[in-house]
């Protein structure tokens, strides 16, 4: 069975759907809600992609290295929640799924899923996640060797950085001005990585309210982010993400002789990097399992979870 979706026998579009009237329908919120719940790890399977089942009972997850990493959980909620591990970021239903996974429209992607089940409505409905999934499309045509260009103006990485991750507009104003911080021409902030004053690469993050979107420029993935707060530096703050990194910075406006670093995940590397350079290392990640071990394998480090810091 083939694997690739044929577009030559996709659906009619909304404009060639209609009723014996001559009226164009439309799918209904109650078939998109129907469409959303459907089984897509069996449609998937079905059209070739191979699958990848790991779990149990309590919780089962299906993974299709294929598919840019995905990887789909069918027992968190009524309809499943799915991952691009490649690009750490995901949504939740069959139908957000289709459309990120194999590149579909919204109308094809509901037409898979209920098998051809023709349109109900004359009135039309469009979820609000079908535009965010959009403007992510927007935001991952680019080439990840290269730095992304500047765009016209700064508003979304304002919003973004004010609005849902809590961070005041001082602190947004200052990594701008001193070029930590930029927005690209498809409305990501771009947090700069820097080395002996010269931009070596980017942390990227999508600015879209409801879809986790990051990434690295490819030739630092193994860098990380730095923000220095002193020219000869003692101490390391340490954390997860930039996001973490840059609320620790709001709230400790006064810090100095340190050095504040992201290593975008858990990396050995960077502890080694900073070891290396015989700097005191403060861990300031959550209270969670993962970060609990990763402090543990590095004994010289001093364990702090992140509230912890923010308090201290």
């Known amino acids: 069975m083939s694997k690739f979706y044929n577009s030559t026998e996709q659906t009619k579009t909304l404009s060639e759907r209609t009723d014996n009237n001559m009226q164009k329908l439309y799918y209904s919120f109650d078939q998109f809600f129907k469409a959303n ?13 191979d699958c990848v089942c790991e779990g149990d009972n309590e919780k089962t997850e299906y993974k299709f290295p294929e598919l840019n990493s995905l990887s789909i959980n069918t027992k968190k909620a009524n309809i499943p929640v799915f991952c691009f591990r490649k690009f750490k970021y995901g949504g939740s239903g069959s139908v957000n799924c289709l459309m990120q996974a194999l590149g579909m429209s919204y109308e094809t992607a509901v037409s898979e899923l209920l098998k051809g089940e023709a349109p109900k409505s004359k009135k039309p409905y469009m979820p609000k996640s079908v535009l965010s999934i959009c403007q992510l499309r927007n935001c991952l045509d680019r080439d990840n060797d290269k730095m992304p260009p500047r765009g016209k103006d700064t508003k979304r990485v304002y919003a ?18 001193e070029k930590y911080l930029y927005q690209d021409d498809k409305g990501n ?3 700069v990585i820097k080395r ?3 931009d070596i690469g980017g942390d990227i993050r999508g600015t879209i309210k409801g879809i986790k979107y990051n990434a690295r420029v490819r030739n630092t993935r193994d860098g990380y982010f730095e923000y220095p707060l002193s020219n000869a530096p003692k101490t390391a703050f ?9 609320r620790f910075l709001d709230a400790h406006r006064d810090l100095d002789d340190c050095t504040l670093v992201a290593m975008d995940g858990l990396v050995d590397s960077v502890m080694e990097s ?4 015989k700097l005191d290392i403060v861990l300031c990640l959550d209270d969670k399992a993962d970060d609990k071990k990763f402090c543990a394998k590095h004994s010289e480090a001093v364990e702090m979870p992140l509230d912890e810091a923010a308090a201290c």
């Open 37 to 49: 719940a459907a089984d897509v790890v069996d449609y998937l399977i079905k059209k070739g992609y």
């Open 160 to 177: 973004y950085l004010i609005k849902d991750c809590g961070i005041s507009a001082g602190t947004v104003s200052k990594l701008i001005k």
């Open 189 to 191: 902030a771009v947090f």
């Open 196 to 198: 002996e004053g010269n």
């Open 238 to 246: 340490v954390f997860k993400n930039v996001i973490d990194l840059t």
């Open 274 to 277: 900073l070891s290396a350079r």
